[in-house]
């Protein structure tokens, strides 16, 4: 049947007296000499075309073993038909390529009694489509130093094509030097290849300059500037040059609004993208998958999860991105609990699920989250065999972690088949969020022997690690061979942790000095680690000078009120207690409820000071109380350092 429909297929595509050679069983066949006839070297290149684009291997190589026997078309000494000849050589090689057959392709190559500029660059295409690099640069190095074929745009594109990595950028710039010994630097087609390359290499200067020396340019060019640009993570370039083109003649495409929109997602432009929202309503392509994926997008990391979700909600249809989107807008807006809630419904409903998706709910798992829920997911993952997707295998590492199975991490790093940097990552946090620091540096020497190289995030962890055990040095140590030896430059969250370590190790002017002498100018972040650490020493001092740091940088922070006020309550500096309580009352700032939960029977119990919200709360209390007076008669004295609520001066006294 397929074979019919193969030949039904070609007949729609060429004229019906080429189609004469294909007869069926009840059509008297024609004779081999009538073949000759029937077909010329432009339907011949025709229906190879067909074969190739296809996939009709076992077609093409058979038309291929036709015009072997009618070979009079294929003459090398007869010179009027030579171009004809190498048309159809050139499409047999095309045909090979692209049904991915390379060896037949380069059999027929090294055999072929003529050859052009044409031949060299489907066979150099054929290798770097096969990401086959050492074939292709070869034939490339070949056909140059041959000196008997010119170069043309398609062998300049083609080349450029494969240099789409940093690795490779020393090749853009070698092909660049070529493209103007050879004149083509104005070609349309050549620069647009060139602008790609570049931005895809990492080399966005060049790339640049490239786009800025083009005398032509057209929706191609500007689109592989614009999406360049967002790869590379200059968001407001992108966006500047998408605004820039809007006012030219270079009308944008479809792919030019979804580069936009993702540097509108990565500026957090909400006012631009709601305008780059309404041009593609005009030009009618909002319900395009690809473009409603990038406004959810948009609109998630923008804060504005409702539009997002309205976009959702009034899509036609669904694939796995657009469903990751809208549950990574749940996570990345703080509605954990709807993310999860979404994506079991999604399950419920027999909608198909990716790794993706599992690895972006896993994700919102936190303390606060039921451990039942979470081996539910793990169940799902062994059901669908995600077990091998390292992201999923990540997640599962810290949702265990964060729900108090250390155990259970351990368990789902020793099994993972292949393990990246996150892995390590999420492992060595495990064990310095459970306090096992000693733990976490063991395994960052044996992710050091496994050759896998360490990020700022490996780092952040073994500082966090060590600051818990109190191992000082061993931190700046870390610090000094991330910046030293990896050459990685430390954020405000690495200087925190150190601010950090030192002060839990009562080095408070050590830190302070620390600070001072930073780099960065410090962040609301180092400054609440000194802080804490003062709170942690009771040292009013220089408490009070993180403080009034924290104050000038963030004055509606509760944090920096109730720290002070906690370390003033540790001295017994009732007085200058109360006059931070004051302050923080007087400007309008109100202090965040703690919250404690316990986990019984799948359930996720809630709790705040005096809570008597839950329906067993009178039980709760009598226990509590029976619990407070067992721990008082055993000597049990309760700490009064840390009292946040006012006291008569009596109730002080005693």
Same mark, same amino acid.
């Given at each position: 049947?397929?074979?019919?429909?193969?030949?039904?297929?070609?007949?729609?595509h060429?004229?019906?007296?080429?189609?004469?050679?294909f007869?069926?069983?009840?059509?008297?066949?024609p004779?081999?000499?009538?073949?000759?006839?029937?077909?010329?070297?432009?339907?011949i290149s025709?229906?190879? $075309?067909?074969?190739?684009?296809?996939?009709y291997?076992? +077609?093409?190589?058979?038309?291929?073993a $036709?015009?072997?026997?009618?070979?009079?078309?294929?003459?090398?000494?007869?010179?009027?038909?030579?171009r004809?000849a190498?048309?159809?050589?050139? $499409?047999?090689? !095309?045909?090979?390529?692209k049904?991915?057959s390379?060896?037949?392709?380069?059999?027929?190559?090294?055999?072929?009694?003529?050859?052009?500029?044409?031949?060299?660059?489907?066979?150099?295409s %054929?290798?770097?489509?096969?990401?086959?690099?050492?074939?292709?640069f070869?034939?490339?190095?070949?056909?140059?130093?041959?000196?008997?074929?010119?170069?043309?745009?398609?062998?300049?594109?083609?080349?450029?094509s494969?240099?789409?990595r940093? #690795?490779?950028?020393?090749a853009?710039?070698?092909i660049?030097?070529?493209?103007i010994?050879? %004149?083509? #630097?104005?070609?349309?087609?050549?620069?647009? /290849?060139?602008? !790609?390359s570049?931005?895809?290499?990492?080399?966005?200067s060049?790339g640049?300059q490239?786009?800025?020396?083009?005398?032509e340019r057209n929706?191609?060019?500007?689109?592989?500037?614009?999406?360049g640009?967002?790869?590379?993570?200059?968001?407001? %370039?992108?966006?500047?040059?998408?605004?820039?083109?809007?006012?030219?003649?270079?009308?944008?495409?479809?792919l !030019?609004?979804?580069?936009?929109?993702?540097a509108?997602?990565?500026?957090?432009a909400?006012?631009?993208?709601r305008?780059?929202?309404?041009?593609?309503?005009?030009?009618?392509i909002?319900?395009?998958?690809?473009?409603?994926?990038a406004?959810?997008d948009?609109?998630?990391?923008?804060? =504005? +999860?409702e539009?997002a979700?309205?976009?959702?909600?009034?899509a036609i249809?669904f694939?796995?991105?657009?469903?990751?989107?809208?549950?990574v &807008?749940?996570?990345?807006?703080?509605?954990?609990?709807e993310?999860?809630?979404?994506?079991?419904?999604m399950?419920?409903a027999g909608?198909?699920?990716?790794?993706?998706?599992? $690895?972006?709910?896993?994700?919102v798992?936190?303390?606060?989250?039921s451990?039942?829920?979470?081996?539910?997911?793990?169940?799902?993952?062994i059901?669908?065999?995600? &077990?091998?997707?390292?992201?999923?295998?990540?997640?599962?590492?810290?949702?265990?972690?964060?729900?108090g199975?250390?155990q259970?991490?351990?368990?789902?790093?020793?099994?993972?088949?292949?393990?990246?940097?996150?892995?390590?990552? =999420?492992?060595?946090a /495990?064990?310095a969020?459970?306090?096992? %620091?000693?733990?976490?540096?063991?395994l960052?020497?044996?992710?050091?022997?496994e050759?896998?190289?360490p990020?700022d995030?490996?780092f952040?962890?073994?500082?966090? /690690?060590?600051?818990?055990?109190?191992?000082?040095?061993?931190?700046m140590?870390?610090?000094?061979?991330?910046?030293?030896?990896?050459?990685i430059?430390?954020?405000a969250?690495?200087?925190?942790?150190?601010?950090?370590?030192?002060?839990?190790?009562?080095?408070l002017n050590?830190?302070?000095?620390?600070?001072?002498?930073?780099?960065?100018?410090p962040?609301?972040?180092?400054?609440?680690?000194l802080?804490?650490?003062?709170?942690?020493?009771?040292?009013? #001092?220089?408490g009070?000078?993180?403080?009034? *740091?924290?104050?000038?940088?963030?004055? *509606?922070?509760?944090?920096?009120?109730?720290?002070?006020?906690n370390?003033?309550s540790?001295?017994?500096?009732w007085? #200058?207690?109360a006059?931070?309580?004051k302050?923080?009352?007087?400007?309008g700032?109100?202090k965040?409820?703690?919250? =404690?939960?316990?986990?019984i029977?799948?359930?996720?119990?809630?709790?705040?000071?005096?809570?008597?919200?839950?329906?067993?709360?009178?039980?709760?209390?009598?226990?509590?109380?029976?619990l407070?007076?067992?721990?008082?008669?055993?000597?049990?004295?309760?700490?009064?350092?840390f009292?946040?609520?006012?006291?008569?001066?009596?109730?002080?006294?005693?």
């Open positions: 049947m397929k074979s019919v429909w193969v030949i039904q297929k070609l007949k729609s060429l004229p019906s007296w080429v189609t004469s050679p007869k069926t069983q009840n059509h008297q066949a004779s081999s000499k009538s073949l000759t006839f029937v077909l010329n070297h432009v339907d025709l229906l190879l $075309s067909m074969c190739g684009k296809e996939g291997f076992h +077609l093409g190589s058979s038309v291929h $036709s015009i072997i026997k009618n070979y009079e078309l294929l003459d090398p000494q007869n010179h009027s038909n030579f004809n190498l048309v159809i050589w050139n $499409s047999l090689l !095309t045909m090979y390529a049904c991915g390379y060896c037949d392709a380069a059999k027929l190559f090294d055999n072929l009694p003529m050859r052009d500029t044409v031949s060299w660059n489907v066979m150099i %054929g290798f770097l489509r096969n990401r086959d690099l050492g074939m292709g070869g034939l490339f190095k070949q056909m140059r130093e041959s000196g008997l074929y010119e170069l043309d745009q398609a062998t300049f594109t083609t080349i450029l494969a240099c789409d940093p #690795e490779l950028s020393f853009t710039k070698m660049h030097c070529l493209v010994s050879n %004149g083509f #630097e104005q070609k349309i087609t050549v620069g647009n /290849a060139l602008v !790609t570049y931005f895809k290499c990492g080399c966005c060049f640049r490239v786009f800025d020396e083009m005398l929706v191609i060019t500007w689109t592989a500037i614009i999406s640009l967002v790869q590379n993570e200059m968001h407001e %370039g992108s966006l500047s040059l998408f605004v820039k083109m809007r006012h030219g003649p270079v009308e944008p495409n479809f !030019t609004y979804l580069s936009s929109l993702m509108c997602s990565g500026l957090q909400l006012r631009e993208g305008q780059i929202h309404g041009l593609v309503w005009k030009l009618g909002q319900l395009d998958l690809c473009i409603e994926s406004l959810m948009m609109y998630s990391k923008c804060g =504005s +999860l539009d979700w309205r976009i959702f909600e009034s249809e694939d796995e991105v657009s469903m990751t989107v809208i549950l &807008g749940f996570a990345q807006n703080g509605f954990e609990e993310c999860i809630q979404f994506f079991v419904k399950v419920k909608a198909e699920v990716d790794p993706n998706m599992v $690895s972006a709910v896993l994700g798992f936190g303390v606060d989250t451990l039942g829920l979470g081996k539910q997911f793990h169940s799902l993952v059901k669908r065999n995600f &077990g091998s997707n390292p992201f999923v295998g990540n997640g599962l590492i810290n949702m265990y972690s964060k729900c199975e250390l259970e991490s351990t368990k789902v790093f020793s099994r993972m088949p292949w393990r990246n940097a996150v892995s390590w990552n =999420s492992m060595i /495990a064990f969020r459970h306090g096992d %620091g000693f733990r976490a540096l063991r960052y020497e044996e992710m050091r022997q050759g896998v190289e990020t995030i490996t952040l962890t073994l500082l966090h /690690a060590c600051s818990h055990v109190g191992l000082v040095d061993k931190g140590e870390f610090l000094k061979s991330m910046i030293e030896v990896y050459r430059s430390p954020r969250e690495h200087y925190a942790c150190v601010v950090d370590m030192l002060g839990r190790a009562g080095l050590e830190a302070r000095t620390f600070i001072e002498g930073l780099p960065i100018k962040d609301a972040l180092i400054w609440q680690a802080l804490g650490a003062c709170s942690i020493h009771g040292n009013s #001092e220089v009070k000078y993180a403080a009034e *740091q924290l104050f000038l940088l963030e004055p *509606q922070n509760p944090v920096p009120f109730v720290l002070l006020a370390i003033y540790s001295k017994g500096l007085k #200058e207690r006059r931070t309580i302050r923080m009352k007087e400007m700032v109100a965040e409820t703690g919250i =404690s939960w316990i986990e029977e799948k359930k996720v119990h809630s709790f705040v000071v005096e809570d008597k919200m839950h329906p067993q709360a009178d039980n709760i209390y009598g226990v509590l109380a029976h407070f007076r067992l721990m008082v008669d055993e000597g049990n004295v309760p700490d009064k350092r009292i946040l609520y006012y006291l008569d001066q009596d109730v002080k006294n005693n």
